[in-house]
């Protein structure tokens, strides 16, 4: 199976409410990284939380991290209809060459 | 900086034709990968590239499947002969250096008919 594993898969929610997705990984990590894809678009980099660190804040976005359960997660508050998109965690793994692995991905529908 | 630039955003192809796809890196980022995105397998690295060199092609599907990267600011993906199990989407990123994160194209989409 994949090195980031993200849950749900799918989360539909109304606007302003707040969304909060998990992703779980197998190795030790350097880094752990969320992406969002709108449809039809590349992945857009959101924020990078680093193996020392265990929350971290961009906007409306909160990350936070828990290296020994190997665990990731991705807040979005007072979410808005321009939110809906898949986000997708990607881990940074030395042992694999430094290479982000991605998850899956959540898909995410804000209901305005 | 314009980003990742792909070219062409759309691919439409008959089934044995050779299939090339084009990226140009972010300037100054000396690493550049090639992913394939579907529905069934997600989004997977094909290839990747450490100034201008391949590092690892184990995800490259098969002998069709070929990449280059001959200077700083080129690559290409070529799938000859293409297949329809091949279209998908396919996408360039690149990125600074190691530990960072990675900027994506818009992507080409591929339809092998």
């Known amino acids: 199976s994949q090195q980031g594993e993200e849950d749900p898969q799918a989360l539909s929610i109304q606007e302003g409410e707040n969304a909060t997705m998990n992703c779980s990984y197998k190795?030790?990590?350097?880094?752990l990284q969320w992406y969002r894809q709108n449809s039809g678009r590349g992945l857009v980099h959101l924020i990078l939380i680093r193996s020392n660190e265990r929350e971290k804040h961009s906007g409306r976005l909160r990350v936070t991290l828990d290296t020994s359960k190997k665990s990731s997660s991705l807040l979005i508050t007072a979410s808005r209809a321009a939110d809906t998109a898949s986000y997708f965690c990607?881990?940074?793994?030395?042992?694999?060459?430094?290479?982000?692995?991605f998850g899956g991905g959540t898909r995410v529908l804000v209901k305005p | 900086d314009a980003g990742v630039i792909q070219s062409p955003r759309h691919e439409v192809t008959e089934m044995g034709q050779e299939v090339t796809l084009r990226c140009k890196p972010i300037s100054g980022h000396d690493y550049l990968f090639w992913y394939r995105q579907t529905m069934m397998r997600g989004l997977e690295l094909l290839i990747y590239f450490n100034n201008n060199v391949p590092i690892d092609d184990s995800g490259m599907p098969e002998d069709r499947f070929s990449a280059k990267m001959p200077n700083a600011s080129f690559s290409t993906l070529k799938i000859q002969p293409s297949e329809p199990r091949d279209s998908a989407v396919y996408f360039c990123a690149s990125r600074e250096a190691l530990g960072g994160s990675q900027y994506f194209g818009p992507g080409t989409r591929l339809l092998v008919l």
């Open positions: 190795t030790s990590i350097n880094n």
């Open positions: 990607a881990t940074d793994v030395r042992a694999a060459g430094n290479k982000l692995t």
